[in-house]
């Protein structure tokens, strides 16, 4: 079970990006805005809608009068949220200079292929493309190789970056069709922590927040709402390292977090906080760690 503590990405640390930010205009405090306009502040990177007439009244500041519609669509990427996304067609690519990491996950993302490079003094020190096609046991017979829609898969982890504190990481997501959109969730960039060895007997599932309603005649209606991943597990480990873990967990227990129980499947990702756990001190060599992991919506 690794673990991967996001980086706060501020406005420095964003060296340029394709994905444009241009969703609406730009707030201006001598503009008389009617009900119904859509701006953009730039302080921090949100949309807003008027829902009153106003000159001069800061859209951060008063909810009353506007409507935080969210994120820009450069910045929804960043936002540690995962309904929402960054978009362009046929390609996205980002530059980050975030200090210190080793971890760049990709998370809820639609696109053919991802690329992480990082650059130290104009030096390439690290470069790996991935692709999110789902290959083999996925297209097992003919039939579905011709009429089963394709495999893909929505998260990507890069785990084996080095570690420069002045290091430039760019960061290419592609289509193949070019008229296509690339879609980015979640990118998270990080240091990792190492809990342990994940044991078999993983419980995993989701959980729903679709309302499923039936009428006195029978009648079902179905909102279909968010989920969020659900995990729990058990962690085997050096029983020399309790201290440590029950540090860092303790630190993290109010901080979104990427915990990955294996990197061999997807569903094992969860990005999300631990509801709880607990240690068993069980031998003076090896000691487990129980954990409960909701995910984000």
């Known amino acids: 079970m690794k673990l991967i503590r996001p980086t706060t ?24 805005y009617t009900v119904g306009a859509r701006v953009i502040l730039t302080a921090n ?21 506007w409507l935080d519609l969210g994120p820009t669509n450069r910045w929804a990427m960043f936002d540690d949220r995962v309904g929402t996304a960054t978009t362009r067609a046929g390609s996205l690519q980002v530059v980050l200079t975030p200090g210190a990491t080793d971890g760049v996950a990709l998370i809820d993302t639609d696109a053919e292929s991802a690329t992480v490079s990082l650059t130290v003094s104009g030096t390439q020190l690290y470069s790996k493309t991935q692709s999110f096609n789902v290959g083999g046991n996925a297209i097992d017979s003919w039939f579905a190789w011709f009429f089963e829609p394709l495999g893909k898969k929505s ?27 690339v879609s980015c969730g979640t990118l998270l960039v990080g240091r990792q922590f190492d809990i342990g060895d994940t044991e078999h007997g993983v419980d995993l599932g989701i959980i729903d927040y679709s309302r ?33 873990v029950h540090r860092t967990l303790a630190a993290i227990r109010a901080t979104p977090v ?8 997807e569903s094992l990702t969860v990005f999300g906080f631990y509801k709880e756990f607990a240690i068993d001190l069980a031998y003076p060599t090896v000691s487990y760690c129980s954990l409960t992991i909701e995910g984000l919506t």
């Open 212 to 244: 499923k309603e039936t009428d006195q005649f029978g009648v079902t209606s179905v909102v279909e709402r968010a989920f969020a991943k659900r995990m729990t597990a058990r962690v085997v480990m050096q029983t020399s390292a309790i201290d440590d």
């Open 9 to 32: 990405l501020t406005d420095a640390m964003l060296t340029s990006s394709t994905a444009p930010e241009n969703d609406h205009p730009v707030w201006a405090s001598g503009t008389a």
């Open 45 to 65: 990177h949100r949309r807003y809608e008027a829902l009153a007439a106003s000159t001069g009244v800061n859209p951060a500041s008063d909810p009353t009068k």
């Open 258 to 265: 990427l915990w990955i129980g294996s990197e061999s499947f």
């Open 155 to 181: 998260s990507m982890l890069f785990l084996d970056i080095p570690v420069y504190e002045t290091g430039v990481l760019t960061v290419s997501m592609t289509r193949d069709n070019p008229a296509d959109l």
